[in-house]
């Protein structure tokens, strides 16, 4: 009777040990309608999960899972449950939800250099479809979805021309530069849209700037005689 009850608990263990995995992989996330934006400095390297350390880099590789050869083509970041993942370059949010092995996922379309980037395993995400995402906008938060051994960001980035995958590591060391050239860019515009602006509407004359009439001189009071200055004490 013991040992029927001990093999029963035994059972229900591994039962549950089993579901476990499944349910995690299954897992459609979450959305968390918070707007969070962290303030990012144009000129330093960041990547999607902060200043995440590289755990597993873009190429051919024996899958972790499968303990097969298949080429990665993106990098994995290494991060905590519920970590920030961040946006890196303005862009619109173009896809959002599951995404096979790549469990919750998001995706942006960034006009300027022409890429869609695409951040995977999340465990919630706080875009959606059509949204405009400035750089530092938290687009969701870290996780272990889809197909993967633990929590962490998958990276990818895609060449919109070509279709093509992008060395994602390079096109980070890139983003520094991208964004430069933007912000000089929008200067150039906003700098354009100035001239227009002053050429359609030039600024307003002074009064009697452009009148004939002579232009009265007030002159200094001449020097005084007095040696002892007023008494400028007001009287209580």
């Not at 695409?118 to 197909?147: D, F, K, L």
């Not at 962490?152 to 096109?171: G, K, R, S």
Request: charged share 15%; aromatic share 10%; glycine share 8%.
């Amino acid at each position: 009777m013991i040992q029927a009850g001990r093999l029963l608990i035994f059972t229900l263990v591994a039962i549950v040990a089993l579901a476990a995995p499944a349910a995690a992989y299954y897992f459609e996330g979450y959305y968390v309608p918070t707007v969070l934006v962290s303030p990012m400095r144009d000129d330093v390297l960041y990547t999607p999960a902060g200043m995440g350390v590289v755990t597993s880099k873009a190429g051919f590789r024996i899958h972790p899972v499968t303990g097969r050869g298949d080429f990665h083509n993106g990098v994995d970041l290494g991060a905590h449950l519920n970590d920030k993942v961040y946006n890196l370059i303005p862009g619109m949010v173009t896809r959002v939800g599951w995404r096979g092995n790549l469990g919750v996922a998001v995706e942006v379309f960034c006009p300027y250099p022409n890429v869609r980037v695409i951040c995977g395993h999340m465990n919630a995400y706080s875009v959606q479809p059509g949204m405009w995402v400035e750089r530092g906008r938290v687009i969701g938060y870290a996780g272990s979805t889809g197909r993967s051994t633990g929590v962490h960001v998958h990276y990818t980035v895609i060449n919109q021309a070509t279709n093509q995958y992008i060395d994602p590591m390079a096109f980070l060391m890139q983003v520094p530069k991208y964004m430069m050239a933007l912000r000089s860019a929008r200067i150039k515009q906003a700098v354009a849209k100035n001239m227009e602006t002053f050429k359609k509407a030039p600024p307003k004359a002074f009064p009697d700037e452009d009148s004939d009439k002579p232009i009265k001189v007030e002159s200094l009071p001449e020097h005084s005689s007095e040696t002892t200055p007023p008494d400028a004490r007001i009287p209580l």
